[in-house]
């Protein structure tokens, strides 16, 4: 093959190379088709030789190390953008279970014009640190609505602490918010009895509590939010849906706000 030869299927070589690297996303139906393109670009009367094609593209990808980077940005974005729009139709869909659960409790102005839901574990270390930026924002701003979902994803103790809690807000949702601040606020490990011991101070009945806590309910709404948070691709806490958009992660007051501001303009 002479280097006319060669350097005429340099391109062809690459963009297979980008195949076979995964960067031709989609179905397989789709690389099928792009792998049908990039043979057809080659001459007709070149043949390729594997050796040398795979040395064009070693050669290639080692001088060019940055085509590999903008793949992988531009495959990146592409998921995003993918993840964007099935949150837009989830969040469409199940609406009512994410803004509007009977078990999540509420703070701020529970008639607030823009909602802000917040999916946590009582014993998240970053939830902890996030409740002030709820305190700031709820205080801030008299038209924010803001919802907390339980998400127990820390192991046994947090669900059994999560099961008093909704438990709680059941009989006593006007008081939920103080219980809220004191378990996540405590020190410690959130647990069933740390749990059942802030509902009892803030006076309820402990018999009435444990029997409501045996409610299937419960459960119910538990496994509905885990099947939302896995539809959300929300792993861990706290997590955040603003308008129609999901937020990962602590990120802060100023971040929230900005999305908060975002979701009014929107409305």
């Given at each position: ?10 391109g062809?070589?690459?963009a ?11 179905s ?6 792009d792998a ?5 670009a ?8 594997r ?13 060019n190390p940055?085509v ?19 949150s ?7 609406k009512d ?13 529970p ?8 999916f946590?574990?009582?014993n998240c ?5 996030a409740m002030?930026?709820?305190k ?24 059994k ?18 219980f ?5 606020g ?36 538990l496994?509905?939010?885990?099947d ?6 929300i792993?861990?806490t706290p997590?955040?849906v ?26």
């Amino acid at each position: 093959m002479n280097k006319a030869i060669l350097l005429g299927t340099t391109g062809v070589a690459v963009a297979l190379a980008m195949l076979g690297f995964g960067f031709v996303t989609g179905s397989p139906q789709t690389a099928k088709a792009d792998a049908v393109q990039i043979a057809q670009a080659a001459p007709a009367d070149t043949k390729i030789d594997r050796a040398e094609v795979e040395g064009i593209i070693r050669d290639y990808l080692l001088k060019n190390p940055e085509v590999l980077l903008e793949a992988q940005e531009a495959l990146e974005a592409k998921q995003k953008e993918a993840q964007r729009l099935a949150s837009l139709a989830i969040i469409k869909d199940a609406k009512d279970q994410i803004f509007n659960s009977a078990f999540d409790g509420v703070v701020g102005n529970p008639n607030g014009k823009v909602t802000i839901v917040e999916f946590y574990d009582y014993n998240c270390g970053y939830c902890k640190r996030a409740m002030e930026d709820m305190k700031t924002l709820t205080t801030a701003d008299p038209d924010l609505r803001f919802v907390l979902k339980e998400f127990p994803i820390l192991g046994p103790d947090s669900q059994k602490a999560s099961v008093v809690s909704m438990a709680f807000h059941l009989m006593m949702p006007e008081k939920y918010g103080e219980f809220h601040n004191a378990l996540l606020g405590a020190q410690g490990r959130a647990t069933e009895a740390a749990a059942i011991k802030v509902a009892l101070s803030l006076g309820a009945d402990e018999a009435t509590l444990r029997e409501k806590m045996k409610d299937p309910s419960i459960a119910e709404a538990l496994s509905k939010t885990y099947d939302i948070a896995n539809k959300l691709a929300i792993t861990g806490t706290p997590s955040y849906v603003v308008g129609n958009e999901v937020v990962f992660g602590a990120l802060g007051q100023q971040v929230l706000a900005e999305k908060i501001e975002a979701a009014k303009a929107a409305l």
